[in-house]
């Protein structure tokens, strides 16, 4: 049903009594316009005669020497100058309007007059128009989402599983203008603005077609509609995902016109309905085992039709000790069905991990200097070494991150790739025999598998050997990891076996798999093809969205997912805990103040051998850093007697959040302690953001989708209660939800960020490690 | 994993159980390891290892001798196969006890899991000096990182264990085939796929990837 404009009634009733010439803005009697474009008057009358258009703030109507005319003739009225009619009747006057941001949001009233001898005024009045003025001719925000069963009742998100429903929600609050309006959702197949421009005809592809909505000023949940109930195509070839575009048509005319929202018309989707990441893509694949000479023997795999492809991105793997280069079919046959070129090569581990990092870069050198000779030339301008992953597992995954490093350092020079043709690195549960300054990814994007049931690279501190988290938090830029209960060491791999798996609920090789096939596919998608879609993947809680085959509801499947945004992304950093180390300043230079009990900043670094509690051993259960390491942190608890929380007070000076997308930070829970023991479960707390004028809104974690996961229940590495390493989880809360249906919490002037813990404001209390708060810009 | 690697390490866990009992090496329900057992103490006397096969070789292009610090040249040395407890031949990520005979470190190409049957090469060694040298696992390390004086070391304590070299007799009752000639190592890790497959055959990858067809790379 269409809904009629009130200013359209409000000119149609002006226009009853006016005289007998037309006004029309742009062929309308209404319209919106950007700031800096021009505008199109056109008036009719009769011919040859001189014209003038008058321009008010009011809509009148008054009457003027006898005739009812639409504006108010207030003292801002002004006149615009304008052509006189021609011989057909016509004036027609092209105007500038001023680039002006105080124009956005205003409205005018125009009337148009000819100064006609015929008419009994000397003064034929036009009918009435109305002109609007935005940053564009429509207006962008995000839309598309799941709604939440907690404030800020709504996600807006980028991905959507296939088979999942699509929900619409906006904030009255944040736009006010849209409340008692009638409008269209449409859900259309994306497009760019350039497509947009070209066609704004909406054509809804979601099931049961657009709704017709209604919104009000009653808040989030309110204002939340179901548009799809999982119908929407997936991707064609190999893409992450099909992209739409959400438009709410105000003025339901069926087009993307201005005053209308989009969830779109950028270099992306509003949103995509993302594939089943778990499953093989398109192509079919074509396997092949050769030998370029010592420790140079390859398993490549490649889409069969690769001679009718262009250049495809290159994934080295680089297995582990004992292990074999034959052995990662599953990563090689998922990644080349979606257009990767995937080279397993045999490993020279056995020695160490300097020899191990030396094969891995002979390997990538010689074979893509050496695309002439293999497999006939076949692959020969089809790799694009520009583009290169690197995974490596175990004593490779540490391997992997030393081979970077020796090209940092110097001390290896490929002949066929240099520095930054590497774009990730993927360690599968690596060791760290070489320590800080030569097991180290340096600046390039890094991510981490752990099996927390790994008991041989067991995470145990009583080496500094089998401590993976090592190498993620050396990674000096972008990194994320991605941490497994109940998966053992060789699941990593596809050889079956002996498991080196020890813990309760252990999930089994097939379930590891689907996850790691789940989240390689929208890792090197992010990395490599800088797929935007992809990034919820590695930034949404496993329990929020995950790949759609991946394991849930399964005993002992739970996935920990970190993810910290690249130096470059505009982060702001609040405390990161590296510098300002006491505990009363932030990183950020802002006073810090807490009630949390026995906190303690300091290096990541379980103090002794092993899990066992005891209070000397202030971070035990943190495996995050060595002696030599730099990583650091904050430990605290919170008793469960009451509440208690860690105060940031933000400088002037920072206070503006309206540029940030979320607040973001990673946390856990602390291992064997008592009252991590006491309250044993996924942990959950409040963050409050308090602005100059003490207006305050709060947030729960689990509106990230889930709390802190418990430490996995693995007996061993000394005594107590089960228990094995603290595991980060990093969270993160849309700013945009803090000011959701909350007038008065202002986010362009926050004073403090307040987190809460205890009975008051989640799981009654804990002991907990803290680190890298920050504002991300995604 | 095929029935028969299933059924040989189940024979194996159960020699390991008798011998080191369960505080050393662990079995899932399953029948495989469920973690690399406990490394002893003192590996050259506790983990004992026997001399099974001996072929010299030689090699027309030198070879990188990885597997000890001074990454020296070779292209002579003996191909040994030597027999041990299987549990603690099952490749482990963390540091693994450094093979030794005599004062070399051996390069291990298969891993003896499950066949406790490791095929190894000793670069440098004639046959003659293996008949005098003890063959050892010394502390966990390593081997790029062992040089010659930490071979030394070990050396000089596993001889005062007790440990002496297999003596010629022995050498000559396992050395049952002429010298390997080799174009390199790469050509030798294939010659060595022979045995692998007699003495270890479940190393079936293994051995499949070290025939695999060969492209001379520049």
């Known amino acids: ?778 | 994993m095929n029935t028969k690697l299933i059924f040989g390490a189940a024979l194996v866990l159960t020699a390991a159980a008798i011998t080191f009992g369960p505080n050393l090496v662990q079995a899932t329900s399953e029948g495989g390891l469920q973690a690399p057992p406990t490394i002893p103490d003192n590996p050259a006397v506790e983990l004992p290892v026997q001399l099974v096969f001996a072929q010299s070789f030689e090699l027309a292009d030198a070879a990188t001798h990885t597997w000890r610090a001074e990454q020296s040249s070779y292209t002579t040395g003996v191909l040994v196969v030597l027999e041990a407890e299987a549990a603690f031949l099952a490749p482990r990520q963390t540091a693994e006890p450094v093979l030794f005979v005599g004062n070399q470190t051996v390069e291990r190409v298969n891993t003896g899991y499950p066949s406790g049957q490791l095929v190894g090469i000793v670069p440098g060694m004639t046959l003659e000096e293996l008949a005098d040298a003890p063959i050892f696992f010394g502390q966990p390390a390593l081997p790029e990182s062992v040089d010659a004086a930490h071979i030394q070391a070990e050396l000089d304590a596993a001889v005062t264990s007790g440990l002496t070299g297999v003596g010629a007799e022995r050498v000559a009752a396992a050395t049952a085939a002429d010298p390997i000639g080799a174009l390199d190592l790469g050509d030798l890790h294939f010659q060595a796929s022979f045995l692998i497959e007699k003495y270890s055959p479940g190393e079936v990858d293994l051995i499949s990837g070290l025939r695999a067809p060969r492209i001379d790379f520049k």
């Open chain 1, 1 to 778: 049903m269409r809904r009629i404009h009130h200013a359209a009634l409000a000119i149609t009733a002006i226009a009853g009594v006016a005289g007998a010439s037309d006004l029309k803005l742009d062929g309308q009697t209404s319209v919106i316009k950007q700031i800096g474009t021009n505008l199109q008057i056109d008036l009719t009358g009769s011919p040859n005669l001189a014209t003038k258009v008058a321009v008010d703030v009011s809509p009148g109507p008054v009457s003027v020497l006898g005739e009812s005319i639409a504006i108010g003739l207030t003292p801002s009225m002004f006149f615009i100058g304008t052509v006189p009619t021609d011989a057909a009747g016509l004036s027609s006057t092209t105007v500038a309007i001023p680039n002006d941001p105080a124009l956005i949001g205003g409205t005018f009233y125009l009337v148009g007059a000819v100064l006609d001898p015929a008419d009994p005024n000397g003064f034929d009045f036009s009918s009435g128009a109305t002109l609007s003025f935005s940053t564009g001719s429509f207006q962008q925000t995000e839309l598309a989402g799941n709604s939440l069963s907690m404030r800020p009742f709504f996600e807006k998100v980028r991905a959507i599983n296939m088979g999942s429903t699509v929900e619409v929600s906006i904030d009255p609050l944040a736009m006010p203008s849209l409340a008692g309006q009638t409008a269209d959702i449409f859900v259309t197949v994306a497009k760019t603005s350039a497509g947009w421009d070209a066609d704004a005809t909406l054509v809804d592809v979601s099931s049961g077609g657009a709704e017709t909505v209604t919104f009000s000023a009653s808040g989030v949940q309110a204002n939340t509609f179901t548009v799809d109930t999982g119908t929407l195509a997936g991707p064609v070839g190999t893409d992450l995902g099909a992209g739409y575009d959400v438009v709410i048509d105000l003025d339901q005319d069926g087009l993307l016109s201005a005053g209308d929202v989009i969830d779109g018309y950028a270099d992306h989707a509003g949103f995509e309905v993302v594939r089943d990441t778990t499953q093989a893509g398109p192509f079919a694949v074509s396997e092949s085992i050769y030998s370029g000479g010592t420790w140079l023997d390859h398993d490549t795999y490649y889409p069969t039709n690769i001679a009718t492809m262009g250049k495809l991105p290159l994934v080295m793997i680089s297995h582990g000790n004992g292990h074999n280069y034959q052995w990662y079919d599953h990563i090689g046959n998922h990644l080349a069905s979606y257009g990767y070129v995937v080279v397993s090569h045999s490993n020279n581990t056995g020695p160490g991990i300097q020899t191990a990092s030396t094969t891995t870069l002979d390997n990538t050198d010689k074979f893509i200097g050496n695309l002439a000779a293999i497999l006939g030339g076949k692959l020969d301008g089809h790799v694009d070494s520009h583009n290169i992953t690197w995974i490596g597992h175990s004593r490779g995954g540490e391997g992997v991150a030393r081979a970077y490093d020796k090209i940092v350092d110097g001390t290896y020079v490929p002949t066929n790739f240099v520095l930054s043709d590497i774009k990730l690195i993927s360690s599968m549960a690596p060791t760290d025999f070489l320590g800080t300054t030569s097991s180290t990814p340096h600046d390039v994007p890094y991510h981490l598998w752990v099996g927390q049931a790994d008991s041989d690279v067991n995470g145990c501190p009583s080496s500094n050997v089998t401590q993976c988290f090592h190498l993620l938090d050396r990674a000096e830029n972008q990194s994320q990891s991605t941490s497994l209960k109940g998966v053992g060491h060789t699941w990593f791999h596809d050889n079956g076996g002996f498991s080196w798996a020890s813990g309760p609920q252990l999930i089994g090789e097939a379930a590891t798999h689907l996850i790691q096939l789940g989240y390689f596919l929208p890792l090197v998608k992010y990395h490599i093809e800088g797929d935007w879609a992809a990034r919820d993947f590695l930034t949404r809680q496993y329990e929020d969205f995950h790949p759609i085959s991946a394991p849930v509801g399964v005993v002992g499947v739970e996935v920990d997912l970190q993810f910290r945004d690249a130096n470059e992304s505009g982060k702001f950093v609040i405390d990161d805990f590296q510098t300002n180390t006491g505990l009363a300043l932030a990183s950020s230079g802002a006073a810090v103040s807490h009630t949390v009990q026995l906190a303690v900043e300091g290096r990541m670094d379980d103090g002794n051998s092993n899990f066992t509690n005891i209070a000397s051993d202030t971070f035990n259960g943190f495996t995050e850093g060595s002696a030599t390491d730099f990583t650091r942190g904050l430990v605290f608890n919170a008793d469960g007697a009451g509440d208690y929380d860690i105060t940031y007070d933000i400088l002037p000076g920072d206070a503006d959040w309206t540029s940030f997308q979320d607040l973001s930070f990673r946390a856990c829970q602390s291992t064997r302690h008592p009252l991590t023991t006491a309250f044993l479960g996924d942990s959950d707390f409040e963050v409050e953001l308090v602005d100059t004028l003490g207006n305050s809104s709060t947030i729960s974690i689990l509106a990230s989708g889930a709390g802190l996961t418990e430490p996995y229940q693995r007996t061993g590495c000394g005594t107590g209660a089960p228990g094995w390493g603290n595991e980060f989880e990093t969270i993160r809360l849309a700013l945009e939800g803090f000011t959701a249906d909350d007038a008065a919490f202002d986010l362009s002037n926050v004073d403090k960020l307040i987190f809460h813990f205890g009975p008051s404001h989640g799981s009654a209390g804990g002991r907990y490690g803290l680190d890298d708060i920050a504002l991300t810009k995604n």
